[in-house]
């Protein structure tokens, strides 16, 4: 029914962003340079859609970079729109909430993070719920 863009979108991240650590979990120790791609959210939209919700999280040694890095990750999420760069056909790329700075609660360390929906076609027919 649903895949699990995750993974796939974790490597094509790395594979556009040259050697940038990229992964759905933050290892401990955390590398000074990380992006995060977790989904924290979605819906099915049958019969044959859905939208996943994505949070990007970029860390870096400085606010700067941090946020150089998140919109690397914006421009490649953005070129998804209308292709299946992801072994998944993307519809529609929205950005819920743009690149922004923060610190790492733990560490103080920049951390840039970004809220994205992708509009994703299922791999088989979703029955409407009653």
């Known amino acids: 029914m649903f895949g699990d863009v995750t993974p796939a979108l974790i490597t094509y991240l790395a594979d556009r962003l040259g050697g940038v650590r990229v992964a759905s979990r933050v290892p401990d120790p955390r590398p000074p340079r990380l992006l995060q791609v977790r989904r924290v959210g979605g819906a099915a939209v049958p019969p044959v859609r859905e939208t996943v919700r994505l ?44 690149p922004r700075l923060d610190d790492d ?12 929906s992708l509009l994703l076609r299922a791999g088989d027919v979703v029955p409407p719920t009653p």
Request: hydrophobic letters at 55%.
């Open 55 to 98: 949070d990007i999280q970029a860390w870096d040694t400085t606010d700067p970079a941090a946020m150089q890095l998140a919109l690397a990750a914006r421009t490649h999420v953005w070129a998804l729109a209308g292709t299946d760069l992801l072994g998944i056909a993307c519809y529609r790329v929205e950005e819920v909430l743009a």
């Open 105 to 116: 609660p733990v560490t103080a360390s920049p951390v840039a993070w970004a809220t994205y």
